[in-house]
């Protein structure tokens, strides 16, 4: 059998990383027309900016995992993708993390200001439900109950409490339990539905439906414990002591340990399924290792 790393190092994967990655972008593109006003030119920067594409690819790969086709998931990828970038954008705000910059470039409050950074986060949000309900490659219902938990991922306990949780916990003293709580509703969650929807409009069963969405929950947290792997590098950013960063609290030799039990985890949910873990998904899940190295 073929090895994660050498799935993940291949150039046939590489190229079909890229080639998902510019479908998505092309799409998001094509969402909101140049030219649309300003509102729609602060949204444009928000989508078109650089990003991995990672929950929209998960999603798109969930689909063709159970023998979707890539067309039928594209808008719910697009999706995927409106409420992440949203969420960076309202996160960058100086209400909450104040950021300056976000991969590299000025936050988009910096460039648009505070107005136009929250409404272009609105209107992403509803953007993105709006392209969810339009989708009639399967039946309504797939589609509903896909929105459904959708919304669970996103709601109190999922993206906004974690992120409620998170902001919150900056000033007390931050336990294991409470850390783990913060990175499965900010990060696991959303990577639980991406999966799940993927999976819905591929016409997925019951049973590959909850291994994709056991996959995608626990790369959801390895993938939050690499990126704060990553963030540990910043020696700054460490000293200054980010109270809900897993390094912080178990080391960078802990953090790793972690990680690589996740993500093990993550591929061995896919293999007790029957299609077994497809080498893709296989070699994502190695790709969040190497990140953190
Ligand atoms: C959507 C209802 C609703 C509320 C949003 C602001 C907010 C509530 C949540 C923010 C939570 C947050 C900051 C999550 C970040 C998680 C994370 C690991 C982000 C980095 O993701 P990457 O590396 O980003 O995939 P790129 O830039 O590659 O797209």
Same mark, same amino acid.
């Given at each position: 059998a073929v090895s994660a790393h050498e799935v993940s190092s291949s150039i046939d994967f590489r190229r079909r990383l890229r080639e998902r990655q510019q479908l998505v972008?092309?799409?998001l593109d094509e969402q909101f027309p140049p030219?649309?006003?300003p509102l729609t030119a602060a949204i444009r920067e928000a989508v078109l900016a650089?990003? @991995?594409r990672l929950r929209p690819i998960l999603c798109l790969e969930?689909?063709?995992w159970v023998g979707g086709s890539l067309k039928a998931a594209l808008p719910a990828a697009c999706a995927i993708e409106m409420i992440h970038k949203m969420s960076l954008v309202h996160d960058d705000l100086p209400a909450m993390d104040d950021a300056e910059t976000r991969n590299g470039r000025p936050a988009l409050h910096k460039v648009h200001g505070e107005a136009l950074a929250i409404l272009a986060g609105d209107a992403l949000l509803v953007h993105a439900f709006g392209l969810l309900a339009s989708i009639r490659a399967v039946p309504a219902e797939r589609v509903l109950g896909a929105i459904s938990?959708?919304?669970q991922a996103l709601g109190t306990a999922g993206l906004a409490g974690g992120q409620a949780l998170d902001v919150l916990s900056q000033s007390e003293d931050v336990t294991p339990e409470k850390l783990d709580h913060v990175h499965t509703w900010k990060t696991a969650s959303f990577f639980e539905a991406a999966m799940v929807i993927g999976a819905e409009v591929g016409g997925a069963d019951a049973s590959q439906v909850e291994a994709l969405a056991r996959y995608g929950k626990l790369l959801g947290r390895a993938f939050q414990i690499s990126d704060d792997l990553l963030d540990a590098r910043d020696v700054k950013a460490l000293a200054h002591g980010e109270a809900?960063?897993?390094?912080?609290?178990?080391?960078?030799?802990?953090?790793?340990? @972690?990680?690589?039990?996740?993500l093990d985890q993550a591929v061995s949910a896919l293999a007790s399924n029957k299609r077994g873990a497809l080498p893709l998904l296989a070699g994502l899940a190695e790709l969040v290792w190497e990140r953190s190295w």
């Open positions: 972008t092309r799409a030219g649309s006003g650089d990003g @991995k969930a689909c063709e938990r959708l919304c809900t960063n897993y390094v912080q609290l178990h080391g960078v030799d802990g953090a790793r340990r @972690k990680l690589r039990e996740l």
